[in-house]
């Protein structure tokens, strides 16, 4: 039975220029739907707007810190995007070698310990030269760290137990900080054991690979995930910051690199046609590591991310938006074995299909079919689930979905011109049935 609610549309009617002081007034609805798109303007470099509502001002700006002049005499400084949650504010530096720069790290560090929470493939990388960020010069800080397996059929409560072990065993207390070193299952448990330890302590997000700079740092979305579903338990926790040394995709695979761009197809998809278009234009650079186009998306979906969770941290509706292909993919990830398909090869997946069905009702049109299967395909990214996926492994994993609200599926769809989606649980049942059956055997 469809929901009787309706697609709302959050509509911005004054136009918002960079440094503009205008304000704007969204509603975020508790209905089962909910549509945004923000206008051009508003998605520029260095706005500034606050909700009368919830006083909550948006701080979404790239912030160059040093020309180039001053750059070629000492340490290039980073882009610095801040998402502005009034007393959890937080910013996400981005640049290369910011490993390199330790003030960058230390000023966020409040207490004398620090427990780094790091994969078996991370630490041989990594682990020595934080350590080095964390305490040149720093003498009154000490570094413990705790190594966990690598993947995310580890994401789970056994492993995070080895997190609080050792945050016990090493005495530490309520001024501790914790720092995730590695993807978004590493960023994943650390940020939900400090959310958790002592009711609460500081941490950093250190991402290492494309899906976690892109995304899953950014946010404070933690958990692990249950053997009935991804990511059921949890909890909304912000880091103090997030550093993104670009210079860790040197030693990310291949497959990695690729997964992590289904995020960055999703921000275009559901929010801004320009980035999309960009996307078209050099998804090859973007493939072949080129160190300007991959700064310019990491940097892009940071601001797209920095804005929605701005407007709604904690998913009342707009954020939702960004999980576009998820209920699908996260359906593929349990039904298949957590860490078969990585995470963004089963968004990806996801996505195709959540485009066949927005196409199904009569949402878009065929030309953004089309585009989308062209761009996941130079991405080299799946267009189809796993052929021993069928119709009722999907329904009953998305039974389960944390989007179900009180018995209702609800889904993020394409609607409108590329660039719009709606979160909804208003849509013809026949037509997820039909998309199911045309991408399943049985």
């Not at 701080?59 to 502005?84: F, L, W, Y």
């Not at 880091?239 to 995020?263: H, K, W, Y």
């Not at 009569?362 to 021993?388: C, H, M, Y």
Request: proline content about 5%; hydrophobic content about 40%; overall charge neutral.
């Amino acid at each position: 039975m469809a929901s009787t609610a309706n697609a709302l549309s959050l509509p911005i009617a004054r136009k918002i220029t960079a440094g503009s002081s205008d304000r704007l007034v969204p509603r975020l609805p508790s209905s089962s739907s909910v549509s945004f798109r923000l206008p051009a303007e508003l998605k520029r470099v260095g706005f500034s707007v606050t909700n009368r509502a919830t006083q909550l001002r948006i701080c979404a700006s790239a912030t160059p810190v040093m020309d180039k002049a001053a750059s070629e005499v000492g340490p290039k400084a980073p882009t610095i995007v801040n998402v502005d949650l009034e007393d959890r504010s937080y910013p996400i530096y981005i640049g290369s070698g910011l490993l390199d720069q330790p003030e960058l790290l230390q000023r966020h560090v409040h207490g004398k310990r620090v427990l780094i929470v790091t994969n078996d493939k991370i630490a041989p990388l990594y682990l020595d030269k934080v350590t080095h960020a964390l305490t040149v010069g720093n003498p009154n800080v000490s570094v413990d760290h705790v190594i966990l397996p690598d993947g995310e059929k580890y994401k789970n409560m056994d492993v995070l137990m080895k997190v609080f072990d050792k945050a016990i065993e090493s005495r530490l207390d309520r001024r501790c900080t914790f720092v995730a070193l590695g993807g978004g299952v590493i960023g994943d448990m650390c940020g939900y054991a400090a959310a958790s330890f002592l009711r609460g302590v500081n941490f950093i997000q250190i991402p290492t690979t494309v899906m976690s700079q892109v995304d899953s740092s950014v946010g404070g979305k933690t958990g692990i995930n249950h053997r009935l579903g991804k990511n059921l338990i949890g909890a909304f926790y912000q880091p103090q910051c997030v550093l993104i040394d670009t210079d860790t995709l040197n030693t990310l695979p291949d497959r990695e690199l690729a997964s992590g761009l289904a995020e960055v197809i999703k921000y275009g998809l559901i929010r801004d046609a320009d980035f999309f278009e960009w996307q078209e234009k050099n998804m090859q650079a973007l493939m072949s590591r080129d160190p300007a186009a991959l700064a310019y998306a990491i940097k892009r979906s940071c601001e797209n991310k920095a804005e929605v969770v701005s407007l709604d941290e904690k998913e009342s509706g707009l954020r939702a938006t960004l999980n576009l292909g998820h209920t699908f993919g996260h359906a593929i990830e349990t039904g298949f074995g957590y860490g078969v398909w990585l995470h963004g090869e089963a968004v990806a997946a996801g996505i195709v299909m959540a485009v066949d069905m927005s196409y199904r009702l009569g949402w878009i049109d065929e030309s953004i079919v089309v585009r989308v299967q062209n761009i996941l395909k130079q991405a080299k990214l799946p267009t189809a689930p796993p052929e021993t996926m069928t119709v009722e492994m999907f329904k009953s994993v998305m039974a389960v979905d944390k989007k179900v609200a009180d018995g209702l599926l609800r889904l993020i769809l394409l609607k409108g011109p590329l660039g719009n989606c709606v979160f909804t649980g208003d849509y013809d049942r026949k037509a997820l049935d039909e998309t199911l059956h045309s991408f399943c055997k049985s």
